[in-house]
């Protein structure tokens, strides 16, 4: 009942709005707008706009706003789509209609509207003005319809929209143009404009209620998932589309007759981007697909590709490419039926080259759709790749990821993920640092570069300078995921296939090279090639049951990444399968521990929380160098600003930390006390207990003799009371014991001041930063730049004017040079040789040696191939450039 009262009063405001229902057949000015006359006999047979009592239907007529709003509530009235609960809300609204002279005639419907949000009360004084009716434009009433469909239909940002007057949109009115525009029921003129400004017509919108109320009344649902796709060698595709309404859309489709984009319309694809269970959107012109929307988010449109990448060339017949995963090259054939795109733009061949060698000094970012052709070459048959569909974007940097080999002040070498490739860059000019999402220096990436094994990721510029590194004690993850456990029954070059729920399933590589393979060895995964997995796979891994050979099944887990892309496989055998991926279920993760707040650990390179247990085995917690091992120790380390806690652990599928191992690799503070090897008391032996800024008391094991960093104290002087109380800091081997104690503040320094600054010779004294210091009996010297120890020889060199030395020295109170640690800054001379890691230049006054970088490095730096290159620089006046460290780097 509820329902017929609706549309009867529908009826009756639409007939307010236009007073007489007029037999389209008969209307006298239909042929004025032939574009839209049968859709004006359409629109009125279905009772959706009547015409005039004179027998015109009048479609060059403007439509007011409250007209506009009654046409709206009529087509959702007709499709059984108002919202009961904004029903009969005039009484609500009366006040504000008044007092924006909204017509009586329409107030009923302009209330649903506010009440549904169809409007909003901004939208009010758009209807009138000094009571009379305003014409409403096509942009306001663009944003009635998006509203009213919003129910049924996602609503996006619309950066998609293209039309040529893009610009005149309003930022409101945006996402509705764009769902109008996707679901097909606006469009552009001729010369595609959408003249968002413009009053809205009669027939313009007859045309926007007749489209609409065959999507609604039809039920055609526009979003659903892709259920099958199969390709005919890239001609044609069959796809099956499961709508959320459940209906099932089988569809064949070529890139000839329907266009494929993005979520936000920004970027054509090819049909080839498709997958297997891809949530799309479907455009309808009638009953008739004209477009579809990719709904699933992806990081770009490459990712939607087998293989991801730069180009480094591009030919008639082939490109030749560099894995974005491996650092790799290879060449592929382009088929002749490719399709090209250029940021979104489906472009020919020959405009896509001329982009790219406009773009010389830029990055040609792809994504390559592959096919692999088992063809005679040379006489040989061997798999022949080809490029279907190639999607470019010029970009000014490239990023990737990668184990970290060689770190300095000024460049890094770094082993690519998933592959042996090496790669070295520079560091451009203002290059940022950071350590996880921390900003730091080059400093504090080198020291923990020079910790152990670390992992970066690296932003280079189209000069192959780094602009941006960004390092954790973590390897950087990629989108992949591992799914569930298969049975493996056969592998190739191009795909993998195991038994998913009773069914074969094929899961495609791509590329081969793409993909990182790993098998089981009865304890750990190891990375292995192609070859090697597919010999694997068929092996029949025999085993003794009951006195009989019995051959196993070869199991696997597939990581995917984005565009359901194989990234990674790992293969174990049936008797195996539970030790391999019962563990891999569990996630392990190791660095720095950052803090430990309500009982959740947080690492500094990582932003997930690891939930602490409330109570461990002593088997299950170990915190290396501590002679308490306990939750509250670990506590107070980890929260302590004068320590750093490093931490390996093991957490399930909760984030539920089961097994933690953590140690300190830097600390300091005041030293309490201090027992070497030969203490009284067995349970101090070996042990130093410090206490730190914030009070807490820490007492930690040594080993059995620790370094210092002076002559002039060692272990044993340490352990007398007058060291008690020093300031210090220590240094931590791999086990968490105390390794080097340095102290910063005591009896023992504290009439000593300690200078630094270029150095030079005033006569029998040594000048440094322009101050004269006298020389003691006992000078000690060091340096990472030379071996040269003895006081002579430093003189003879601070003499020479062709090398400039920078120097950090320890004074006494009788202002004489203790210590010395220098290292030069400059040099030049005839090159004379490299040999094992150091080079021989000869001065005016002398030859000299002096240590260098990496062989491999100091090659690269200098524009070298091999060793032997360094003879052609023999007898050649050179001038050796030093890093931070004082190691010859260039020259």
């Known amino acids: 009942m509820k329902r017929k009262m609706a549309m009867a009063l529908a009826a009756v405001l639409v007939a307010g709005s236009l007073p007489v229902t007029v037999s389209a057949a008969t209307f006298s000015d239909i042929n004025e707008v032939s574009w839209a006359s049968s859709t004006i006999q359409a629109v009125s047979d279905k009772g959706l706009i009547n015409g005039y009592e004179d027998g015109t239907f009048r479609a060059k007529n403007n439509v007011t706003y409250s007209e506009a709003m009654v046409m709206v509530y009529n087509l959702m009235s007709k499709t059984g789509n108002l919202k009961a609960s904004a029903a009969n809300t005039l009484p609500i609204y009366q006040s504000v209609l008044n007092t924006y002279k909204i017509p009586t005639w329409s107030q009923s419907t302009v209330a649903y509207g506010l009440s549904a949000q169809i409007l909003m009360a901004a939208d009010l004084p758009k209807f009138t003005t000094n009571g009379v009716s305003n014409p409403a434009t096509r942009q306001d009433v663009a944003v009635m319809f998006g509203r009213a469909l919003s129910e049924k239909y996602d609503i996006y940002a619309g950066t998609g929209v293209n039309y040529n007057d893009v610009w005149r949109i309003s930022d409101e009115a945006m996402p509705y143009v764009d769902l109008l525009t996707r679901l097909g029921i606006v469009t552009g003129d001729d010369s595609g404009n959408f003249n968002p400004t413009a009053n809205i017509t009669r027939a313009e919108m007859a045309v926007m209620m007749n489209k609409t109320y065959d999507l609604l009344s039809n039920e055609l649902a526009n979003t659903g998932e892709i259920t099958e796709i199969v390709n005919h060698d890239g001609d044609y595709y069959d796809v099956d589309v499961k709508m959320d309404n459940g209906e099932r859309n089988r569809l064949t489709l070529s890139d000839d007759n329907i266009s494929v984009y993005n979520k936000d319309g920004s970027r054509e694809l090819p049909i080839s981007s498709l997958s297997k269970g891809d949530k799309v959107s479907l455009v309808f012109d009638g009953l008739v697909i004209t477009k579809i929307y990719l709904l699933d988010e992806e990081t770009s449109a490459q990712a939607k590709y087998d293989v991801t990448g730069y180009i480094y060339s591009l030919k008639d017949s082939e490109v030749n490419f560099e894995s974005e995963n491996t650092g790799e090259t290879s060449k592929y054939k382009l088929d002749e039926n490719c399709t090209y795109y250029l940021d979104g733009k489906k472009v020919t061949r020959k405009d896509l080259q001329n982009t790219i060698d406009d773009n010389s000094d830029k990055y040609a970012y792809a994504g390559l759709m592959t096919r692999t052709e088992n063809e005679k070459v040379n006489g040989k048959r061997e798999d022949v790749t080809y490029v279907t569909a190639m999607y470019v974007t010029i970009m000014d940097e490239y990023t990737h990821t990668g184990e970290v080999t060689d770190f300095s002040s000024s460049s890094v070498s770094y082993k690519m993920s998933g592959s042996n490739a090496n790669k070295d860059a520079k560091f451009a000019s203002g290059c940022e640092f950071y350590i996880g999402d921390k900003k730091s220096d080059v400093d504090d990436l080198e020291k923990l570069a020079d910790s152990g094994t670390t992992y970066i990721k690296i932003t280079v510029n189209k000069d192959g300078k780094a602009t941006k590194i960004i390092m954790a004690e973590d390897k950087f993850q990629d989108t992949s995921t591992v799914n569930a456990t298969y049975r493996v029954k056969g592998i190739t070059d191009d795909y993998i296939r195991v038994s998913e729920g009773g069914e074969s399933v094929e899961y495609s590589f ?382």
């Open 510 to 891: 791509g590329s081969k090279s793409d993909v990182a393979f790993y098998t089981w060895d009865g304890k750990r995964f190891n990375e292995v090639d192609f070859d090697e997995a597919e010999d694997f796979c068929d092996d029949d891994h025999e085993i003794t049951i009951d006195g009989k050979e019995v051959s196993q099944d070869v199991y696997a887990r597939i990581g995917f990444r984005d565009g359901k892309k194989v990234s990674s496989v790992y293969l174990a055998t049936e008797s195996d399968k539970e030790a391999a991926f019962g563990e891999a279920e569990s996630s392990e993760r190791k660095g720095t521990v950052e803090s430990i707040k309500d009982g959740k650990l947080k690492f500094k390179t990582s932003s997930t929380e690891y939930t602490l247990a409330s109570k461990y085995d002593e088997d299950d917690l170990k915190i290396g160098g501590a002679q308490t091992q306990s939750l509250t120790v670990l506590n107070r380390m980890a929260n302590c600003d004068d320590v750093t806690l490093y931490a390996e652990i093991k957490a399930d599928g909760d984030n539920k930390i089961t097994d933690i191992e953590a140690r300190l690799t830097a600390a300091e503070g005041k030293m309490i006390e201090y027992n070497g090897k030969d203490a009284s008391d067995s349970d101090k032996k070996n042990t130093l207990t410090l206490e730190t800024s914030d009070g807490s008391q820490f007492k930690l094991k040594t080993v059995s003799n620790p370094k210092t960093d002076s002559d002039d104290y060692d272990a044993e002087d340490l352990q007398t009371t007058g060291y008690r109380g020093s300031s210090v800091e220590l240094e931590f081997n791999n086990d968490g014991e105390i390794s080097k104690i340095i102290v910063t503040d005591s009896s023992y320094n504290s009439g000593t001041k300690r200078v630094k600054g270029t150095a030079s010779l005033d006569g029998s004294k040594i000048k440094i930063d322009g101050k004269s210091y006298s020389w003691d009996s006992k000078t000690y010297i060091t340096s990472s730049s030379f071996t040269y120890s003895t006081k002579d020889m430093f003189e003879r060199m601070l003499q020479d004017k062709d090398i400039e030395v920078y120097v950090e020295a320890t004074i006494s109170d009788s202002n004489k040079v203790e210590r010395i640690n220098a290292r030069v800054e400059s040099a030049e001379g005839e090159f004379v040789e490299y040999d094992s890691g150091s080079v021989v230049i000869e001065t005016d006054s002398r030859k000299w040696s002096f240590n260098t970088v990496s062989k491999n490095t100091l090659l690269k730096n200098c524009g070298l191939d091999d060793e032997k290159d360094f003879e052609k620089k023999e007898g050649k006046n050179v001038t050796l450039e030093f890093n931070s460290d004082g190691l010859v780097e260039e020259f």
